[in-house]
T-cell receptor, first 114, second 115 residues
Framework: GDSVTQTEGLVTLTEGLPVMLNCTYQTIYSNPFLFWYVQHLNESPRLLLKSFTDNKRTEHQGFHATLHKSSSSFHLQKSSAQLSDSALYYCALSESSGYNKLTFGKGTVLLVSP | DTTVKQNPRYKLARVGKPVNLICSQT?????MYWYQKKPNQAPKLLLFYYDKILNREADTFEKFQSSRPNNSFCSLYIGSAGLEYSAMYLC??????????????FGPGTRLTVL
């Protein structure tokens, strides 16, 4: 079945430094949707980014990611971390539109300190 | 309003007893999902309703039941709780979109502890 791998369980950064959270995936489907969901403390997970198109950068709220089907990757990046970016980030995959069933990675906790 | 509500937020259950968790949404979404999240594991899809049709994942087919009495409500039912059911249960909803991906909106979760 499908799988999503997030290699870092915890990333700690100083404010102002760049952010990169890794995400790789496995699927038999040639056109998966890839997503990043973010969950702040005491809040529900919410969609941050999504992509379907190979090699196209997608951006939202200062974060960006590019789906690379050749390497099955969808890494999340931001040029300068802010304290408010501290949260749990999930990478997820959906094999198709329609029912939109999600396969999640384990998640990466990002902690940004002053 | 893009809120998905879950009740209760915390649930304590005894081994062997039934558990019923409730989820509601007012966005008129046709699809509602239940995920299970255990520590150091990825959230795992248990089942989802598309309109009135229940779809259960193969590996959890026997363990969970669900009902959707109307468009707004969806329950997750465990007939006989075991220790392995202790987890966070996340409900989500979305509209089915056959041409694109429609965002899933998540509730805050119900933390179930089975003793």
């Amino acid at each position: 079945g499908d799988s999503v791998t997030q290699t870092e369980g915890l990333v700690t950064l100083t404010e102002g430094l760049p952010v990169m959270l890794n995400c790789t995936y496995q699927t038999i489907y040639s056109n998966p949707f890839l997503f990043w969901y973010v969950q702040h403390l005491n809040e529900s997970p919410r969609l941050l980014l999504k992509s379907f198109t190979d090699n196209k950068r997608t951006e939202h709220q200062g974060f960006h990611a590019t789906l690379h089907k050749s390497s099955s990757s969808f890494h999340l990046q931001k040029s300068s971390a802010q304290l408010s970016d501290s949260a749990l980030y999930y990478c997820a995959l959906s094999e198709s539109s329609g029912y939109n069933k999600l396969t999640f990675g384990k998640g990466t906790v990002l902690l940004v300190s002053p | 309003d893009t809120t998905v509500k879950q009740n209760p937020r915390y649930k304590l259950a005894r081994v062997g007893k039934p558990v019923n968790l409730i989820c509601s949404q007012t966005m008129n979404h046709d699809t509602m999902y239940w995920y299970q999240k255990k520590p150091n594991q990825a959230p795992k899809l248990l089942l989802f309703y598309y309109d009135k049709i229940l779809n259960r994942e193969a590996d959890t087919f026997e363990k969970f039941q669900s009902s959707r009495p109307n468009n707004s409500f969806c329950s997750l039912y465990i007939g006989s709780a075991g220790l392995e059911y202790s987890a966070m249960y996340l409900c989500a909803s979305s509209r089915a979109d056959w041409g694109d991906y429609a965002e899933q909106f998540f509730g805050p979760g119900t933390r179930l502890t089975v003793l």
